[in-house]
């Protein structure tokens, strides 16, 4: 059973940071790409970024590109968001999701998704 499970959203500041953590089980993390998507109210889904199988080359929409960083545990079956700088426009659901490749983020490539975590930044 295939299964991702996002935590770490919450109230945060403009200008302040989160880490979301997206624990995985049910497959082999090292032979997908985990990507994270979010989608705020009256949108549709975003990709962020994403981090590919093995090698871990990474990718970034442009609007977060320098304030966001993907990395990955393969060991803790795990992957991270490192989110600094945080900004209104930032605010959405955030959620998780499997792909054999990142596709540069593209949401309708992932095959299984997470429940998601509410991000929100705000003063």
């Known amino acids: 059973q295939v299964q991702l499970v996002e935590s770490g959203g919450g109230l945060v500041q403009p200008g302040g940071s989160l880490m979301l953590s997206c624990a995985t089980s049910?497959?082999?993390?090292?032979?997908?790409?985990i990507g994270w998507v979010r989608q705020a109210p009256g949108k549709g889904r975003e990709g962020v970024s994403c981090?590919?199988?093995?090698?871990?080359?990474?990718y970034y929409t442009d609007s977060v590109r320098g304030r966001f960083t993907i990395s990955r545990d393969n060991t803790k079956n795990t992957v991270y968001l490192r989110m600094n700088s945080l900004k209104p426009e930032d605010t959405a659901v955030y959620y998780c999701?499997?792909?054999?490749?990142?596709?540069?983020?593209?949401?309708?490539?992932?095959?299984?998704w997470g429940q998601g975590t509410q991000v929100t930044v705000s003063s």
């Open positions: 981090i590919t199988n093995s090698d871990g080359s990474t």
């Open positions: 049910g497959f082999i993390l090292d032979y997908y790409s």
């Open positions: 999701a499997r792909g054999l490749w990142c596709w540069n983020g593209a949401p309708e490539k992932y095959n299984y």
